[in-house]
């Protein structure tokens, strides 16, 4: 009899809980994609550091497996709640609290298992879907598998059963404790109130916001002394006093607004507002922590999201600037750093690897280039923190036509300069500087010929051409006599693209070896393109598909306990909303009411972490802003976020608002 009844329970079940059985295999389909992709052949060949994929897919996913049982077990915890009054029946009926518990996880179970089989499906999708991404990435052809491999699927199973042993442990706790009364009046008990006080509560609300802000300005703090140890600690007490905040805020907000409506009686009996605010305060009250806990996630979410489109372009922009051409060889000959010994020696060396490029590859263009100085200081003086910016505290400057030709290979633009005219370009680090410098149009003298400023950009430079230097000053070629040289390169562009492989085969030519003083250094002088390609691709595969994959599986257990929160809303409204009815309020104004009480209902945790996140990703990009490209911007990254996590957001508001509306009309 059990059996058939769990069967029932288990029909009827899925038409209330679809969010939450749509939710649980987008959780398992994502894991399992994800796992799909870090184990496919395909993958793991791109390149020699992607194996380090499926440790990273691993690592999360055990992250990911604490939020899918803590989604599970209070999806079965609000289940129980709901058809309490029903177990309570079963047990005046004569029926043993364990068979009643039985049938309960049996039916978990089942549900379980129907979401767990189709994300396999799903997931098979989803894998393929990520897997021609990356290949697409890395510009490597691809072909859809609707084979599954073992090793994902004994993972993703092996993730099930850890999640629903834990749950179902937790519910049949759960259900021991309970006696009948409990069962009969469970859906009616509410969270109790932590301050009941409201000075307290409002004077609480305010102390929250201030550790919020301190929060928010230690984490500003720890990214300005990123190279100072006591950053991790700053950024540690800054997490804990948001996490605090994010809680506190939560617990408090509720009654805050509520006060603020109280005494503005215009307000507070202007059409449904009274209605609505008190449905808000009832709900802040009764899920205070469970709404701390999404607030929390979905700043989680917000911040992840932006690091990952922050650390895609820090990586894609890192392969142009450090190899922008196939090949480039630094000569290691220097006028300036006389400490150097075997200079030479490491000439001839940079020689060996310029006659085995000419003979194995087919060369397309090339360029001898010098990097050179007079060991002044005409621009360096006006850039502050020179030595921390770049290799070098004095001017360096380069050839127009040296400039030229490389911007060529690049195809870009060549710039034209007269013959008293001087060009600076540099990267972000010394952006700031470079518009003074433009603002002040300060002449220079090279060789006793003054020259004065044409222009400054940030668009062009590589730091490639120098070899980590922050800036170049282009001059005319008829200037740059007697010059010393502080290193010379070769840029070579082949005719195929260069690979991992090339890196090897140049590696085995040998290395630089140098004394700097009384310190030893071995350095290998060649960048190759493929190899830079390879590694940054692998790395920005890595952490942004790592972040992205938390991300969305935050977002969705957001919104799943969102919705079964407000539509378990819908079946205690519904006298509320019929007697509206009754006293004449039109339908358009009834749905219009249902609209707002949604919309505090998931407003109300997104809108702090959304403050937290915009005032982050100004932190954060104080971390990144030398490694990203000059069109990066932050409040555009941190826009692009909110936009997709309120179009994930917004999905579930709508199906919220069409399966409460339809609750409240039958």
């Not at 009643?100 to 298992?113: D, P, T």
């Not at 085995?508 to 004394?515: I, M, T």
């Given at each position: 009899?059990?059996?058939?009844?769990?069967?029932?329970?288990?029909?009827?079940?899925?038409?209330?809980?679809?969010?939450?059985?749509?939710?649980?295999?987008?959780?398992?389909?994502?894991?399992?994609?994800?796992?799909?992709?870090?184990?496919?052949?395909?993958?793991?060949?791109?390149?020699?550091?992607?194996?380090?994929?499926?440790?990273?897919?691993?690592?999360?996913?055990?992250?990911?497996?604490?939020?899918?049982?803590?989604?599970?077990?209070?999806?079965?915890?609000?289940?129980?709640?709901?058809?309490?009054?029903?177990?309570?029946?079963?047990?005046?009926?004569?029926?043993?609290?364990?068979?009643?518990?039985?049938?309960?996880?049996?039916?978990?179970?089942?549900?379980?298992?129907?979401?767990?089989?189709?994300?396999?499906?799903?997931?098979?999708?989803?894998?393929?879907?990520?897997?021609?991404?990356?290949?697409?990435?890395?510009?490597?052809?691809?072909?859809?598998?609707?084979?599954?491999?073992?090793?994902?699927?004994?993972?993703?199973?092996?993730?099930?059963?850890?999640?629903?042993?834990?749950?179902?442990?937790?519910?049949?706790?759960?259900?021991?404790?309970?006696?009948?009364?409990?069962?009969?009046?469970?859906?009616?008990?509410?969270?109790?109130?932590?301050?009941?006080?409201?000075?307290?509560?409002?004077?609480?609300?305010?102390?929250?916001?201030?550790?919020?802000?301190?929060?928010?300005?230690?984490?500003?703090?720890?990214?300005?002394?990123?190279?100072?140890?006591?950053?991790?600690?700053?950024?540690?007490?800054?997490?804990?006093?948001?996490?605090?905040?994010?809680?506190?805020?939560?617990?408090?907000?509720?009654?805050?607004?509520?006060?603020?409506?109280?005494?503005?009686?215009?307000?507070?009996?202007?059409?449904?507002?009274?209605?609505?605010?008190?449905?808000?305060?009832?709900?802040?009250?009764?899920?205070?922590?469970?709404?701390?806990?999404?607030?929390?996630?979905?700043?989680?979410?917000?911040?992840?999201?932006?690091?990952?489109?922050?650390?895609?372009?820090?990586?894609?922009?890192?392969?142009?600037?450090?190899?922008?051409?196939?090949?480039?060889?630094?000569?290691?000959?220097?006028?300036?750093?006389?400490?150097?010994?075997?200079?030479?020696?490491?000439?001839?060396?940079?020689?060996?690897?310029?006659?085995?490029?000419?003979?194995?590859?087919?060369?397309?263009?090339?360029?001898?280039?010098?990097?050179?100085?007079?060991?002044?200081?005409?621009?360096?003086?006006?850039?502050?923190?020179?030595?921390?910016?770049?290799?070098?505290?004095?001017?360096?400057?380069?050839?127009?036509?040296?400039?030229?030709?490389?911007?060529?290979?690049?195809?870009?633009?060549?710039?034209?300069?007269?013959?008293?005219?001087?060009?600076v370009t540099g990267d972000k680090t010394v952006q700031k500087y470079l518009k003074e410098i433009e603002k002040e149009k300060d002449d220079i003298t090279i060789n006793g010929k003054k020259l004065s400023l044409k222009s400054t950009t940030i668009e062009n430079f590589r730091l490639g051409w120098s070899t980590g230097n922050s800036f170049l000053i282009v001059i005319p070629d008829n200037i740059a006599k007697n010059m010393q040289v502080v290193t010379e390169l070769y840029a070579f562009d082949t005719k195929e693209e260069t690979t991992e492989s090339d890196n090897t085969k140049l590696e085995k030519?040998?290395?630089?070896?140098?004394?700097?003083?009384?310190?030893?250094?071995?350095?290998?002088?060649?960048?190759?393109?493929?190899?830079?390609?390879?590694?940054?691709?692998?790395?920005?595969?890595?952490?942004?598909?790592?972040?992205?994959?938390?991300?969305?599986?935050?977002?969705?257990?957001?919104?799943?306990?969102?919705?079964?929160?407000?539509?378990?809303?819908?079946?205690?409204?519904?006298?509320?909303?019929?007697?509206?009815?009754?006293?004449?309020?039109?339908?358009?104004?009834?749905?219009?009411?249902?609209?707002?009480?949604?919309?505090?209902?998931?407003?109300?945790?997104?809108?702090?972490?959304?403050?937290?996140?915009?005032?982050?990703?100004?932190?954060?990009?104080?971390?990144?802003?030398?490694?990203?490209?000059?069109?990066?911007?932050?409040?555009?990254?941190?826009?692009?976020?909110?936009?997709?996590?309120?179009?994930?957001?917004?999905?579930?508001?709508?199906?919220?608002?069409?399966?409460?509306?339809n609750n409240i009309e039958e």
């Amino acid at each position: 009899m059990l059996s058939k009844l769990a069967i029932r329970n288990v029909k009827r079940s899925l038409k209330d809980y679809l969010i939450y059985i749509i939710t649980v295999v987008m959780a398992f389909s994502l894991i399992f994609a994800f796992n799909f992709v870090s184990f496919s052949s395909d993958i793991t060949q791109l390149s020699e550091m992607m194996e380090n994929l499926k440790y990273a897919i691993i690592f999360v996913s055990c992250i990911i497996v604490f939020v899918i049982a803590w989604l599970i077990n209070y999806t079965m915890k609000f289940m129980f709640e709901k058809r309490s009054k029903e177990f309570g029946t079963y047990m005046l009926l004569g029926i043993e609290k364990k068979d009643i518990n039985k049938m309960f996880l049996s039916e978990n179970i089942v549900l379980g298992l129907i979401s767990f089989v189709i994300s396999f499906f799903v997931g098979t999708v989803l894998g393929n879907i990520i897997s021609a991404v990356v290949m697409n990435l890395f510009e490597m052809p691809y072909k859809i598998k609707l084979s599954i491999t073992l090793t994902p699927v004994l993972l993703s199973t092996l993730y099930f059963i850890l999640i629903y042993l834990f749950t179902l442990f937790r519910s049949s706790r759960r259900m021991k404790k309970m006696k009948i009364h409990d069962l009969l009046y469970l859906e009616k008990k509410n969270e109790e109130k932590i301050w009941k006080r409201k000075k307290y509560r409002n004077i609480l609300f305010i102390i929250f916001v201030i550790l919020g802000i301190l929060g928010l300005y230690l984490c500003d703090y720890a990214f300005i002394i990123s190279n100072d140890p006591s950053m991790v600690s700053y950024l540690g007490i800054s997490i804990l006093l948001l996490i605090i905040s994010i809680y506190g805020i939560t617990f408090t907000l509720g009654d805050f607004i509520l006060a603020f409506i109280n005494k503005r009686r215009k307000m507070k009996y202007s059409k449904d507002n009274l209605f609505v605010a008190k449905n808000f305060e009832a709900k802040s009250r009764t899920i205070g922590f469970t709404l701390g806990t999404l607030s929390l996630l979905i700043t989680l979410t917000l911040v992840c999201m932006n690091m990952s489109f922050i650390m895609k372009d820090a990586f894609e922009n890192n392969i142009e600037q450090q190899a922008p051409y196939d090949i480039l060889v630094e000569g290691m000959y220097s006028d300036v750093e006389e400490s150097w010994t075997g200079k030479q020696d490491n000439r001839k060396k940079a020689w060996e690897y310029i006659d085995y490029i000419h003979e194995n590859y087919e060369i397309e263009e090339e360029l001898h280039y010098q990097i050179l100085t007079l060991q002044n200081h005409q621009v360096a003086k006006h850039i502050k923190d020179i030595g921390n910016n770049g290799l070098y505290d004095y001017d360096t400057y380069l050839k127009a036509s040296d400039y030229n030709k490389l911007l060529e290979m690049l195809g870009e633009k060549p710039i034209h300069l007269k013959e008293n005219e001087y060009f600076v370009t540099g990267d972000k680090t010394v952006q700031k500087y470079l518009k003074e410098i433009e603002k002040e149009k300060d002449d220079i003298t090279i060789n006793g010929k003054k020259l004065s400023l044409k222009s400054t950009t940030i668009e062009n430079f590589r730091l490639g051409w120098s070899t980590g230097n922050s800036f170049l000053i282009v001059i005319p070629d008829n200037i740059a006599k007697n010059m010393q040289v502080v290193t010379e390169l070769y840029a070579f562009d082949t005719k195929e693209e260069t690979t991992e492989s090339d890196n090897t085969k140049l590696e085995k030519l040998g290395y630089y070896e140098f004394k700097d003083g009384d310190s030893y250094f071995v350095y290998f002088p060649v960048t190759v393109r493929g190899y830079y390609e390879s590694s940054n691709k692998t790395a920005m595969t890595i952490f942004s598909f790592s972040l992205l994959y938390v991300s969305i599986i935050f977002i969705t257990v957001v919104g799943t306990i969102l919705s079964i929160q407000t539509l378990s809303d819908s079946n205690k409204n519904k006298y509320q909303y019929k007697l509206l009815k009754k006293l004449g309020v039109e339908e358009k104004n009834i749905k219009k009411t249902i609209r707002k009480q949604i919309t505090c209902n998931f407003l109300f945790p997104a809108l702090y972490p959304i403050i937290i996140a915009i005032a982050t990703s100004f932190s954060i990009n104080r971390l990144f802003y030398a490694i990203t490209s000059a069109n990066m911007n932050y409040l555009t990254s941190i826009l692009i976020t909110i936009g997709i996590f309120a179009i994930i957001y917004g999905i579930y508001y709508i199906a919220t608002y069409i399966t409460f509306k339809n609750n409240i009309e039958e």
